[in-house]
């Protein structure tokens, strides 16, 4: 019997220990892997060999996979490890199939983003290349719901249930004083709005915040911000405004990103939008105006995240497992809407050399023709994917998470 390793890399969500679980329900089913080893901090686990046991934390513990369900960000750990392609560095894959080998490995799945997923291709070429006998798999996360050839990503729906919740009680602290007021709340997203579009799920009856939402997909002119921030002012006392960390000028230039460094992979650092407009609109319009950066914060509440979410991340996880019995390899689990009301979704898998590297942004028709909203496609879009909430258990008031002294 095969093993398998299994790791995760890129920025941490509330679900993608939950694709993790469903890997390890799914294996103790179907009994496919003899030993599934958690390899820490991404693919630079393997290369160091720094593993994790995963089947005997399970056989160990009969709530483990419960517990991994609902514990927040990763694990086992990440890394922002940009893999250098064969030409450049044939000894790291080397390395990394040596320790296949050696370890008896049948199989490799590696949750994460878009650049985890550039991993996937590179390691499923150079396997299919030299005839290694290792299936290569990718489970998609990211918050930032960017990924293509997937309807949404696991790990957006939670973060679309913290934003959502965090603008409607934002708004209940604003509205109680009787003076003018600007709001600007800088959201996630550097090439995609998604994220941001999701603040439109706090409007209720009462309440029409976010007032104006901003996203990347449309050109940012901060004089008509201007003008359509004076606008609502004329006829309300508090205006909040949601707004992508990535909105671009007419030129493409990041609003943020004057200054900005890059990571290892060449994407740019973004952050001060929120900053940068409350200066902005103080100056211009001469009220109360706040900014504030959600940050991490958007990708580590738990507490508040989708059952929907945890769920579909799951089974994203135990198709992984199913994939790679059906003899798949330099694919990507994927999930696909049937229907929106009511919701559905199947499983299935996609080439992943045609996903790593692109970027899928929120079409023109989930925008208005402003470009300072969303229309009701979005809504439509976005509202399943927050539904149902996770039993958790806590412990002196506290929620009770998995023990990661491993990671310290």
């Not at 490890?81 to 450049?88: A, D, H, L, M």
């Not at 199939?97 to 650049?115: H, L, P």
């Not at 989708?306 to 799951?314: A, F, G, K, Q």
Request: net charge negative.
């Amino acid at each position: 019997m095969k093993n398998l390793i299994i790791a995760q890399s890129g920025g941490p969500t509330v679900a993608i220990n939950a694709s993790l679980a469903g890997v390890l329900k799914q294996n103790k089913i179907s009994n496919t892997f003899g030993t599934i080893y958690g390899a820490l901090n991404g693919i630079t686990g393997i290369v160091n060999q720094h593993f994790l046991d995963l089947t005997e934390a399970v056989a160990k513990d009969e709530n483990f996979i419960e517990e991994l369900k609902h514990t927040p960000a990763m694990f086992l750990g990440s890394c922002r490890f940009k893999v250098p392609s064969e030409e450049n560095d044939a000894a790291f894959y080397e390395t990394v199939f040596k320790v296949f080998e050696e370890k008896n490995v049948g199989a490799f799945f590696y949750i994460g983003g878009n650049d985890s997923m550039d991993t996937v291709d590179k390691l499923s070429a150079y396997a299919k290349k030299h005839g290694k006998d290792v299936s290569i798999i990718g489970i998609p996360k990211t918050i930032d719901n960017d990924l293509v050839h997937i309807d949404h990503t696991p790990g957006f729906g939670s973060a679309a249930k913290y934003v959502a919740s965090s603008i409607l009680e934002l708004a209940h602290d604003t509205y109680i004083y009787h003076l003018k007021s600007v709001t600007i709340v800088e959201i996630m997203g550097r090439d995609a709005g998604w994220l941001t579009a999701s603040s439109v799920l706090a409007r209720n009856e009462y309440s029409a915040a976010p007032h104006l939402i901003y996203l990347p997909e449309k050109p940012f002119d901060i004089h008509e911000c201007i003008e359509d921030t004076k606008k609502l002012l004329e006829t309300q006392e508090n205006v909040i405004i949601a707004v992508s960390e990535g909105i671009r000028d007419k030129d493409g230039n990041y609003v943020s990103a004057s200054e900005a460094k890059t990571d290892n992979f060449g994407h740019a650092m973004l952050s001060g939008v929120a900053k940068y407009l409350e200066a902005k609109l103080h100056d211009e319009l001469g009220v109360k105006t706040r900014g504030i950066e959600m940050n991490t914060l958007q990708r580590c509440a738990a507490h508040i995240a989708s059952e929907t979410d945890l769920s579909e991340s799951m089974n994203l996880g135990a198709t992984a497992v199913s994939l790679c019995e059906k003899g798949e390899t330099g694919v990507m689990a994927t999930l696909t809407r049937e229907s929106d009301d009511p919701y559905k979704v199947t499983y299935g898998c996609h080439p992943v050399c045609e996903i790593a590297n692109e970027v899928k942004s929120v079409p023109n028709d989930f925008i208005n023709d402003k470009g300072n909203d969303v229309t009701d496609k979005m809504i439509a879009y976005l509202k399943p994917l927050i539904l149902g909430e996770p039993n958790l258990t806590y412990e002196n008031g506290i929620p009770k998470y998995l023990n990661i002294s491993h990671l310290l």
